[in-house]
Nanobody
């Protein structure tokens, strides 16, 4: 298992930016996939962005061109740069780590993002 701690959430006006960080308790180079998910009130948790161990990224259509996921392997940290934020981006953002062998799927505690109109 890996312990994940998110940071960087907060209140921002529409059009603004935030950068989320997720610190892992072990080397992220050994993790098959790390992702950022979000859950808005009354809605299901959804994938926002993910990055594979090889560095390939994938984004939800709703955030393409506005959000960028990156990683710093030396710091065991992944980031989510969020630009041009919209009120509909308001949610709790969770970091996720998934590995196949040995298998585990770990979640952070979440960080709140509120975008005011």
């Amino acid at each position: 298992q890996v312990h994940l701690v998110e940071s960087g959430g907060g209140l921002v006006q529409a059009g603004g930016s935030l950068r989320l960080a997720c610190l892992a308790s072990r080397s992220i180079s050994s993790i098959d996939r790390m992702g950022w998910f979000r859950q808005a009130p009354g809605k299901q948790r959804e994938l926002v962005a993910e990055i594979t161990s090889g560095g390939a990224t994938n984004y939800a259509d709703s955030v393409k061109g506005r959000f960028t996921m990156s990683r710093d392997i030396a710091k065991n940290t992944v980031y989510l740069q969020m630009d041009s934020l919209k009120p509909e981006d308001t949610a709790i953002y969770y970091c996720n780590a998934e590995r196949e062998l040995p298998p585990y799927n770990s979640w952070g505690q979440g960080t709140q993002v509120i975008v005011s109109s």
